[in-house]
């Protein structure tokens, strides 16, 4: 099955600065890897994603970006905010197909104000 | 439209006691999945499936079972519960559009086992 390794685990940025997270995924099949924030006491939702005939993808302050070659991919959050602050996942399918997804095991990040 | 409602929302059980989680959607999705989330841990699959009458075994199976006899629902199982299954659980269904799959999920049940 897939391995998805993500960091760091934790991250604290000042408001304003930028954050990267960055994901690793093991199967070479895979094509389509998706970011979910987790605010604290709520569910995961989609945020972006990002297909594998593409190599970076934005919307607004986030953009992901994949390296198929290396099988990794980021995520890119600019000018970042208070409401920021919370668990990042990212994903990736297992053997190629679309269902069932590995998820990591999550970023916190934290924003300063 | 609800989307993707739990039930309960908290429960505390002894030992060796059992209960059923409830999950539910409106979206007329196919796929439906249990997930156990601890921290440090992710999201772990437990059990999913992939439309009605069918399941299979996720990631950390061991201790739970699943049924989908209706395709808006997706039971899951705690025949004997155990400490280590303290955990929050989210179910979550998606569909597949244009190559890309979106999960949707419910807003979680705490499960406190003493």
């Known amino acids: 099955g897939e391995n998805v390794e993500q960091h760091p685990s934790t991250l604290s940025v000042q408001e304003g600065d930028s954050a990267v997270i960055k994901c690793t995924y093991s199967?070479?099949?895979?094509?389509?890897f998706p970011w979910y924030k987790q605010e604290l006491g709520k569910r995961p939702q989609l945020i972006i994603d990002i297909r594998s005939n593409v190599g970076e993808k934005k919307d607004q302050r986030i953009a992901v970006t994949l390296n198929k070659t290396a099988k990794h991919f980021s995520l890119h959050i600019t000018e970042t905010q208070p409401e920021d602050s919370a668990v990042y996942f990212c994903a990736a399918p297992d053997n190629g197909g679309y269902q069932k997804v590995t998820f990591g095991t999550g970023t916190k990040l934290q924003v300063i104000p | 439209n609800a989307g993707v409602t739990q039930t309960p929302k908290f429960r505390v059980l002894k030992t060796g006691q059992s209960m059923t989680l409830l999950c539910a959607q409106d979206m007329n999705h196919e796929y439906m999945y249990w997930y156990r989330q601890d921290p440090g841990m992710g999201l772990r699959l437990i059990h999913y499936?992939?439309?009605?009458?069918?399941?299979a075994k996720g990631e950390v199976p061991d201790g739970y079972n699943v049924s989908r006899l209706k395709k808006q629902n997706f039971l899951l199982g705690l025949e004997s519960a155990a400490p280590s299954q303290t955990s929050v659980y989210f179910c979550?269904?998606?569909?597949?559009?244009?190559?890309?799959?979106?999960?949707?999920f419910g807003p979680g049940t705490r499960l406190l086992v003493l």
């Open positions: 199967d070479s099949a895979s094509n389509y």
């Open positions: 979550a269904s998606s569909y597949l559009t244009g190559g890309r799959e979106t999960q949707y």
């Open positions: 499936s992939v439309g009605e009458g069918t399941t």
